[in-house]
């Protein structure tokens, strides 16, 4: 069974860190264009950034850009987004997905709060 896992969101003060992973299973993510979205209340799902199959291509959305970071590990399977300087803004339900022949394969979610 094809499955993407997200892990390590929790409530954050601003200016702090969070990294949060994502677990995939019933497939092998080295192959795969690996993405990070994110949705807050009330708006659309967003991409946040996106990693290519060997990780020599990144792109990330402009409100991120220098603070987020996005890495994957095929070994383990998983795919990493370090989250630094974190601001209320940021705070959303983060998703992990990938597009496969199937469609797109999309994880659970993981709640990041940002707040004082």
């Known amino acids: 069974q094809v499955q993407l896992v997200e892990s390590g969101g929790g409530l954050v003060q601003p200016g702090g860190s969070l990294r949060l992973s994502c677990a995939a299973s019933?497939?092998?993510?080295?192959?795969?264009?690996m993405s990070w979205y994110r949705q807050a209340p009330g708006k659309e799902r967003e991409l946040v950034a996106r990693?290519?199959?060997?990780?020599?291509?990144?792109n990330y959305a402009e409100a991120v850009k220098g603070r987020f970071t996005i890495s994957r590990d095929n070994a383990k399977n998983t795919v990493y987004l370090q989250m630094n300087s974190l601001k209320p803004e940021d705070t959303a339900v983060y998703y992990c997905?990938?597009?496969?022949?199937?469609?797109?394969?999309w994880g659970q979610g993981t709640q990041v709060t940002v707040s004082s």
């Open positions: 019933g497939f092998t993510i080295s192959g795969y264009i």
């Open positions: 997905k990938t597009t496969m022949f199937v469609g797109d394969i």
């Open positions: 990693i290519t199959s060997g990780g020599g291509y990144i």
